[in-house]
Every structure is written in C-alpha cells, then in structure tokens.
C-alpha cells in the first residue's frame, strides 16, 4: 500500500456543489456551521478523507466557493496535490470560477481535474455543448490539459471514474519533506473542554511526535504536543502531507491568531519585510504600481502591506519583476512559498509570486547589486541551490566561490543541511569535502550497479579495478579526491576494496558451469608438485578455451590457492613444502646450490631456478654467487 500522504481540494464558483461532490466522494460532510447549513454555502474550510482504489488515503479541502470568502479559498488551496475544478453543467465557467483560476496559477498548483458537476440537470447534447466551451474557456489556463471526469454528486454518476482519474494523477506526485523542520500552518483554532487548545492544519513539512517542544509564530508561543489525531484517530506521530489536529499544553485559545504557524524551534524566519518574485496577472486590468497598498496572502495567514517595486517603475498585466512586501504585521515565510496579493478595496486577486527570503531592511530600487543576488535566489530555495551545487564533494572555499558568498554565510547553510540529514561531509587529507546526501547517494548506487554488472559479466576477477571504475563513472576528480571518495564509501561498508580492486559486499557469485571448470583444474594440480604443466597445455581437458584460462588461474591465485612464479602456477601447499625443506636444508649446511636443491625438490632446472629467485625475492633466501643461504 502507498504509504505518503495526499491532499485533494476543490476549487469554483458558489453553488456548483463542491461540498455534494466531497460529500459522495468521501461519504463525509464537510459543512460544519449552522450558518454554512441554512445557506447552502461553505463559509470555512471543510475537510474530510478517502481511501482510494489503489489503497491510497487522501485529505480532502472543500473550499468556498463565495467572493466573499476567497481568503479561506486561499488557505485551503495551499499544499494541494491535486484540485478538483468544479463546473455546474447548468451554468458554465462564472465570475468566481475565474479568480479561482487565477489563484490557482498564482499558487502553482500543478495538477488539476475539470469536473462537470449536475450532469442529472442537463441533456446529453447540453452535456456536449458545455464540455466544449468549458474547454475553450480553460485553453489559457492550466487546466488547459487536465482530464475531464462528468459527475453528478445527486445520483453519483461518474464518481467511480473520478476516484479513478484523481488516483492516476496522484501516482506522479512526490512526497511531501518529512526530514525537514516541521511546519502546519493552522487553519482552525478551538478549545476542547478538559483537553485545551487544539488546532488543525496540513502538515507542509516534517513530524510531529508526542510530547514534541515546538512554537507557534509568529507569537513566538513555546508549546508542547499533547495528543494527535489524523482523520479522527489518534496517532503518535504525524507525517507531512496529513491533515492533523494538534491538542498543544500550556496555550490559551486566545493567544493563538488566526494565520499562526505551528513550526520546529529556530527554524523558520519572521519578519515583515519579504524579497518577492512578483507575477502580474495578464487579466489584471491595472498595473501593479510603487508603494500601493495589497492584502498578502501566505498559507493560512492575510496580512496588509505595501509592495516595493525595485526592477520596475510600474507592473504591467502579464509582466513579472522583483520587489520587496512590506508588511504591517510579521509573518513566517520561508524560500520557495507561493503567495498571493489582492487589491485592498475592491478586494480582487492581481497579482502572485514566491517569497525569496525574509528581509533585514528594505533595498534601494534599480539596484544591479540587489537585482543580482535576487536572480540567485530566484533559481530555488537557498538550501536547495546548495545542495545542488554539492552534485560532487566540494570543498568549503570551492563551494563559497561558486556561490559567490563568504564563508560564513555558506557555514550557517551547511549546518542547516546537516541537521536536516541533507549532507554528507567527508575528510580529505585535513579538509572537509561537502557532498548533498541524496547526490552521494545516487553517485554510490550508480557506483555498486557499475561493480555488479562488472562482477557479474567478469565473476573470476575478484571485482573492477580502480582505474576502470574511474573512467566508467566518468570521474573528473583529482586522484587524491578519487581515492578519499572511493575509500570513505568502502569504510561505511558500501562495497568492498582488495588492493586495487572495487567489489560488492557480497562478492560475484560464480555460475555452475564455470565452478565445474575450477574445479577441473583444481583435480589436475592436486598431484604436480613442483612440476606443473604450462596453462595452455591442459585448457581443452578442462573445457576451458585458451584465451579464458589465464583467468581462472588468476581466480585461484586471488583466493589463495595458487601461487604464480614466472608464468608457472602452483598449488600454494606444494610452495609451503618447497619453502620447509629449503630451510631445513640451509640450517644443516649453510648453503645449497642449483643442483642439490633440484634433487631435494624431485624437479629439473626449468622450475627450480624460478623457484629460488621466488625465495629470493620473499625474502626467504639470498643469493652469493652460485650458492643460496638464509636470508
């Protein structure tokens, strides 16, 4: 069963049924309020879940669908996977369907299923009408690829084929960070009698647990967890990605505002001026001017402000540019969140983006120094940047010059990725070598395939030599980082090294059919002695072809029961003898010359002369002339 987590929302005008559709897809509902009830109307965020066809378990928002409640809109749509956009057949794309259209590109969410709601209502040649122009409506828009499921929520037709369709679009969807910090924007704050405070959210990164310490900014209210529950059941422990509800100690209902952040101490910055990337509506009928006053909308929080243009005079419908938001009131913002800003009065959606940074202070306009380190930022989330500049081990001052930042700035990134388990740090002589984990990772499982393929086409050569494993890598390091990346990775016990030689934990696996023909040769050396045929002679007795043997023979001398001298190969025990005997004689006389050591061995002069020079080398024997003595 899929384990991560998933939220689904809706999106659309009022009264095209978002709330009847959740309510048979899920068989929950969704609107709480007597008001939302004697209305008809969603007012707050409603929420239920579903399990899936594949087994998948999915939180559901029902957002409202009213002018008037587009706020709410805005917090729910944040964090979703997938958005349903509803469209009554009877009536078509309305006035709030388009602004939810527009928030939702604002907001990035990257995928999306049309759904024709009320079908009941229509005929067949209305119903093909409607998906027509509904498809002409969305061309601009990106939905303009999205399936298109008819449904009616009254009868339940086509619900099994959008549980389908959702279930297909949700296999392409990654899971949500829980190594990170943890981080619920809250949605609902009430009091339970004798339980307290509890408030609900999506969890956006990391896990709560049990007793965990965290803080409520940006109040900065220190808390602590007292009980949690998902979809209504209690749980230890909560993932990124699930609706939870959180029972906190030592909190008052009151002290908790509405667009707080529920977040992992030291964490996260607050503060009221934020760097922007800003994207202008192209149906925007004004442009976005200097210094004009906006509603900002970030997760579940609203805030007023003023936007601080510092690339343009003046933001024209469909241009894009950088600015500074400064708020009247401090907030929690991180890189890489998208927000929305809407116009002060009349209250309409214009213009959106995502937050760069929290900002010291406020910039000077048109200034390429300002504009410069923006466009860094712009290409990502800082860590994120630095982790993707970390593909390969870089050293502190390597990495600091390629970022064009100091030292002190990259050391504070570095421990952030360090103690969100992002990095991997590796010593090389008495430097340390910075590597982003999930690249290390990649690099090492590329690494072991290289090596079991090698082992697994080559079996007798006792793995991939360094060099060869190098250039099929196509490693560009110097030796010495090759070898201190090589060797790091052996030590944690990644794969193996033998000399030279780079194998995995397990070591190749020798067919049977290649065991036999070890074994052929093995049976023919057991009784040679110190006069062992050359390989050539005795390959097709084994049923080995003459170009293979030498590689068979290398495979017994790595696994120690060879021993080659001189293009001859000898069972090691028979060397052991030769060796004892040689000694032996050598402490009686002194020493020995070529002819008494033929006789003691029982061989002739075409072995016994490599034999001693063998000796001679192990440090067993020393040649003086003609003669051999102890070494």
């Not at 009877?90 to 299923?113: A, C, N, S, V, Y």
């Not at 410069?372 to 630095?386: A, M, T, V």
């Amino acid at each position: 069963m899929d384990e991560r987590h998933y939220l689904v929302g809706t999106a659309g005008h009022v009264d095209h049924g978002k709330t009847e559709l959740i309510r048979a897809l899920s068989g929950i509902e969704t609107d709480r309020l007597k008001e939302e009830k004697q209305r008809g109307i969603s007012i707050e965020l409603g929420f239920a879940h579903m399990r899936l066809p594949s087994g998948r378990q999915v939180g559901i928002v029902d957002v409202p669908g009213h002018e008037r409640f587009v706020r709410q809109m805005l917090a729910g749509a944040s964090g979703m996977d997938v958005v349903m956009l509803v469209i009554a057949a009877d009536e078509g794309i309305k006035p709030q369907t388009q602004e939810h259209l527009d928030i939702l590109t604002l907001l990035g969410i990257p995928r999306g299923i049309i759904v024709i709601n009320k079908v009941d209502l229509v005929d067949e040649e209305w119903l093909e009408f409607m998906e027509e122009e509904v498809r002409e409506g969305l061309k601009e828009t990106v939905f303009h690829e999205a399936p298109l499921c008819r449904v009616s929520a009254l009868t339940g037709e086509g619900i099994p084929f959008l549980h389908q369709t959702i279930d297909e679009l949700l296999s392409d969807v990654e899971s949500k960070k829980t190594s990170g910090p943890v981080r619920m924007p809250l949605d609902r704050v009430f009091s339970i009698q004798g339980f307290g405070t509890v408030v609900t959210g999506t969890l956006n990164s990391g896990v709560i647990k049990l007793g965990q310490e965290l803080v409520i900014e940006p109040a900065h209210i220190l808390t602590k967890v007292r009980s949690l529950q998902v979809y209504k059941n209690k749980v230890n422990l909560a993932e990124a990605g699930l609706r939870v509800a959180v029972n906190l100690a030592g909190v008052d209902v009151t002290e908790v505002e509405q667009g707080s952040v529920l977040v992992m101490p030291n964490n996260f910055k607050v503060g009221k001026i934020l760097d922007l990337k800003v994207s202008n509506l192209s149906s925007a009928e004004k442009s976005l001017i200097q210094r004009q006053r906006v509603r900002f909308h970030l997760g579940t929080t609203e805030i007023l402000g003023r936007i601080h243009l510092l690339d343009h005079e003046e933001l024209e419908p469909g241009q894009e540019g950088f600015a500074q938001i400064l708020l009247e009131q401090p907030v929690v913002a991180a890189p890489g969140d998208r927000f929305v800003l809407r116009f002060y009065s009349p209250t309409h959606t214009i213009a959106g983006g995502k937050v760069l940074s929290v900002a010291e202070f406020k910039q000077k306009r048109f200034r390429e120094s300002v504009l410069s380190q923006l466009r860094i930022k712009d290409q990502g989330d800082p860590l994120d940047l630095l982790e993707r500049e970390m593909a390969e081990p870089q050293s502190g001052p390597d990495l600091a010059a390629r970022l064009h930042i100091d030292l002190a700035e990259l050391e504070g990134g570095l421990r952030s990725l360090e103690n969100s388990q992002r990095l991997e740090i590796l010593k090389e002589d008495d430097n340390a070598l910075y590597w982003g984990k999930e690249m290390a990772e990649t690099w090492r499982l590329k690494l072991i395939s290289i090596v079991e393929t090698y082992e697994g086409l080559n079996p007798l050569r006792g793995g991939i030599s360094r060099e060869e494993l190098k250039t099929r890598l196509g490693i560009t390091w110097t030796h010495r980082r090759w070898q201190t990346v090589l060797e790091s990775g052996s030590v944690r016990g990644f794969y193996r090294i033998s000399g030279s030689k780079v194998e995995t934990i397990e070591g190749a696996v020798i067919p049977s059919e290649i065991q036999k023909r070890l074994n052929a040769l093995r049976s023919l050396w057991q009784n040679v002695g110190l006069t062992p045929p050359e390989l050539g002679t005795v390959s097709e007795t084994c049923g080995i072809q003459k170009v293979d043997i030498p590689e068979y023979a290398g495979y017994l001398c790595e696994q120690g029961e060879w021993v080659a001298v001189s293009g001859f190969y000898y069972n090691k025990s028979d060397i052991q003898k030769a060796k004892d005997g040689l000694v032996e004689v050598l402490k009686l006389h002194g020493e020995v010359g070529v002819a008494e050591v033929r006789e003691l061995w029982g061989t002739s002069r075409k072995y016994a002369v490599p034999l001693l020079e063998f000796f001679d080398q192990q440090r067993v024997t020393r040649r003086q002339g003609d003669k051999r003595t102890l070494f």
